[in-house]
């Protein structure tokens, strides 16, 4: 693609030593650069890309994508932030193919996997094709293996080009993951969104945002972006549920989902069983009766709000009934890996999912058993919430066990002792302090009896554990099956 055709989507910019070069890929890493790319300089926490661009010439590419004049003697566009404007350059690369799919995003601070997961399930069970791109990876199908991402919504160049391999391949759909970093930072520029969904907003990524406002921003641009004719689904128990709604343009068909009375599409006469939830659903005064395999009251507001996207979309109730009743818990999300004890591996890493989880699995504990919590908190995230995360162990939880999660550059005993302080009362019979996960899963059974229930919270469908000088092997499913033996 000529250099002039690949800046057509760039609005304010400034041209250095401009040649008409032909471009043939993208990069912004230099070790990564091949010749023929077009170098976007990025400004990281850690390193200035504008630093490694005469090493990107070197390696071969033909254009710099800056902000700033460097000296090199090629090609140069310069604008004012180059992390926002990428999402023009990648777009333009790959032929816009968002505008040859439907396009799908789902955001919110809890439920977005298993949402879009539903989605796509939904979807294939109306014989429509539909790939996903998510926290777990992306694939073009539900029968699929995980093709591995670094981010929850990828970084521009690999969106784009992933998005051109599905309309390539024939794919009408795709349903994604927006995470509220991806928004901020314009990852999802030039996406063309035929529909949003929106599962909640609770506190998480303050490290980030630092306000609950700024969050709550990064989530209404998916929906104050969408198109006329385009359809948004809103979680009405949510506080921010009306303040969004008030931000959606007016063309967009808006649903609303739960279970007050003013949704559009409620629940009621909900149950739990340890086989999952049953529970009936209005939608315009019809009502439908469903019986999940997912559990929690979390996972009927996850299944509501694929049932409002599924019948915006225009899809049969009866097909989007047998897609849900026959969908398996996804990886990670309230996943049972053992039933004697009841053990359950969730990636709840917020006050509010940890909440979640807890009275989920309460409500499966018999009556004389005890409900046991594991879990720790990310270093080098929002430290806000790990008093509060405590908090909410001690008061949901018969029996609790504090240890490390990811702890990255941080101490994990300091970690640990930023929870603790959430913790009203330390009785060693019943709180426990063991900083190394492993040993920590394995104590599990010196205090867990059969009937009890097990959750172990925080990293869910991870198989590494990042420590401060690297990172390892784990998954807390493996872990927990070799201590109780995978009795599922």
Known sequence: ?????????LDDYKKINFENVEITGISYNSANTKPGDIFICIRGEQTDGHEYAESAVLKGAKAIFAEKELDLKIPQIIVADTKRMMAAIAAKFYHEPSKQL????????????????????VLEQNNEKCALIGTLGYKLSSSDGYKEAKHTTPQPPELQKDLRVMADDGIKNVVMEVSSHSLDQNRVGFCD??????????????????TMKNYFKAKAKLFKGLKKGAFA???????????????????????????????SVRAFDIDFSIDGAKLKINYEGNVEEI???????????????????????GIEKNIIKEALETTKS?????????????VIVDYAHTPDGLKNVLKAARELTPKGSSLICLFGCGGDRDTTKRPKMGKIADELADKVIVTSDNPRSEDPQLIISDIMTGIKTVDTRRIFV?????????????????????????????????????????????EARNVFGGNV
Not at 1 to 9: C, E, P, R, V
Not at 102 to 121: A, D, S, Y
């Open 1 to 9: 693609m000529l250099l002039s055709d690949l800046i057509s989507l």
């Open 102 to 121: 439907k396009l799908i995003g789902v955001t919110g601070t809890n439920g977005k996997t298993t949402v879009t997961h539903l989605i796509q399930k």
């Open 193 to 210: 969104f035929d529909g949003a969904v929106f599962t909640n907003l609770t506190q998480d990524h303050l490290d980030y945002h630092i």
């Open 233 to 263: 689904i809103i979680n009405a128990d949510d506080e921010y549920a009306q303040e969004l709604i008030s931000l959606i343009p007016q063309e967009v068909k808006v649903l609303t989902y739960g279970i007050k009375e003013e949704a």
């Open 291 to 313: 019986s999940l395999h997912l559990n929690g009251m979390f996972s009927v507001y996850n299944a509501l709000a694929a049932y409002a996207a599924a019948l915006a979309m």
């Open 330 to 342: 996804v990886a990670g999300r309230f996943e049972i890996v053992s039933k004697r004890p009841l």
């Open 434 to 478: 063991e900083p190394d996960r492993r040993s920590a899963i394995q104590f599990l059974k010196t205090i867990a009896n059969p009937l009890d229930i097990v959750v172990i919270a925080g990293k869910g469908h991870e198989d590494y554990q990042i420590l401060k000088n690297k990172t390892i092997h784990f998954d807390d499913r493996e």
